[in-house]
């Protein structure tokens, strides 16, 4: 292959943007470009994010995406990787166009499945851009620039002095709360328990970005869709209802007859452990339980969630320990590390470390001043937390 100079990958992003579609996607304060030569991805990547980022025509923004379907592209930006540059992990290599642009080539395995998934990304230093080169099926091309777009939005968050954490949040009763817990703890169901309430209203199902908002702490919701096990459907008509009857849901859904079945067929406190789900955006969410999306939030209350089937009412218990909370609230920190394309991170001048210290100094300042309780429940047990939750929240705006 001939020499491959910075003007010859800047042709390449010029290229997508002249004969695709545009839209920027804007939220508190941050905007990204994503560029596609396919105009049905602007549409999917609009409902997706919807209900927090509005699409505008701005051309002026903090980071964009370029995705391309072009076979050609892919085939040149390959070839650029495997031929001419080096290891970076054992999925990747990467080739230094120069000191500012860069080839990444992944390529993942998924034995179980027996699929292979290769993509390529061109990366530009000066303007924070990425051109995803994903070949195949557009649902796959979805996944890959849906990660990239997501990836860039968290980083300039974290920029502007966000951390992210992996937990659901609501205001109910007028405090603002942040649901946190392990894998199959009961987030989202907790969520949702509380969504049936008179005047809740979502903040996110999955995503929420935290920060010293001066006189308190600051809660963000991000976009993420929502999984829901049959366990916790079972509980709630409205969604229910919405499996038998809606027509237009973003992801494909359990059908009716396959729900009723299950459910018929499966011993109630067995139920929990099933597989089948929905999957609902955020947006979605809200809509089947009539409430609104606030976006911004002071945090007054950390509810630590856990699963106890043996239970036959819940328990809330407080945590006041400062070591305590740091330890029931460090898993859900989203550190860089965790993050999957994680060579979008050189485009931004963020080190763990120094989130890290960004973490410590917030729960230095607001471990005393946050309510921090352990709500251990069932599916059995769901109107009891309300009512616990409920106490507590009370007593919280008396002492407010």
Avoid at 21 to 29: D, I, N, R, S
Avoid at 128 to 147: E, F, I, M, N
Avoid at 223 to 250: C, M
Wanted: proline letters at 4%.
């Amino acid at each position: 292959m001939d020499q491959t100079t910075a003007p010859d990958v800047r042709r390449m992003f010029t290229d997508v943007s002249d004969v695709g579609t545009y839209g920027c996607f804007e939220y508190q304060g941050i905007s990204v470009g994503l560029h596609s030569d396919e105009p049905d991805l602007l549409d999917w990547f609009a409902r997706f994010f919807g209900g927090y980022f509005t699409v505008t025509a701005n051309s002026r923004t903090d980071a964009a995406v370029y995705s391309s379907s072009d076979p050609a592209v892919f085939s040149r930006l390959k070839e650029l990787a495997l031929t001419r540059g080096h290891r970076r992990s054992e999925q990747e290599t990467e080739y230094e166009v120069d000191a500012q642009h860069r080839v990444v080539h992944s390529r993942e395995v998924d034995e179980e499945k027996g699929k292979v998934e290769e993509n390529c990304f061109l990366l530009s230093r000066p303007d924070r851009s990425v051109l995803v080169s994903a070949p195949g099926r557009l649902k796959d091309r979805q996944k890959t620039v849906k990660r990239s777009l997501r990836n860039l939005m968290k980083l300039l968050f974290m920029e502007k002095g966000w951390l992210p954490f992996h937990s659901a949040a609501c205001v109910w009763n007028d405090a603002g709360i942040c649901i946190i817990g392990g894998k199959f703890a009961g987030k989202t169901s907790t969520l949702v328990n509380l969504l049936a309430q008179p005047g809740a209203r979502l903040v996110t199902n999955d995503n929420l970005f935290l920060r010293n908002g001066g006189t308190h702490l600051e809660g963000c919701g991000f976009p993420n869709k929502a999984g829901l096990r049959i366990g916790a459907l079972v509980a709630y008509p409205q969604l229910v209802d919405w499996i038998e009857h809606t027509t237009d849901s973003f992801y494909p859904q359990i059908d009716a007859e396959t729900f009723h079945r299950v459910v018929a067929s499966t011993p109630v406190d067995e139920l929990g452990s099933r597989d089948e789900k929905i999957v609902l955006l955020s947006t979605e969410l809200a809509e089947q339980f009539d409430v609104p999306i606030q976006h911004v939030t002071p945090i007054d209350l950390f509810l630590v969630v856990s699963f106890d089937p043996s239970l036959e009412r819940s328990r809330l218990t407080p945590i006041t320990d400062v070591q305590q909370i740091r330890e029931q609230m460090a898993p859900s920190f989203r550190s860089l590390d965790k993050e999957k394309q994680d060579f979008l991170q050189d485009l931004f001048d963020l080190d763990d470390d120094a989130l890290l210290a960004t973490f410590d100094a917030l729960l230095d300042t607001y471990a005393s001043k946050v309510a921090v309780h352990e709500l251990r429940q069932n599916a059995n047990t769901n109107q009891h937390s309300v009512e616990l939750v409920a106490e507590l929240t009370r007593q919280l705006s008396e002492h407010a």
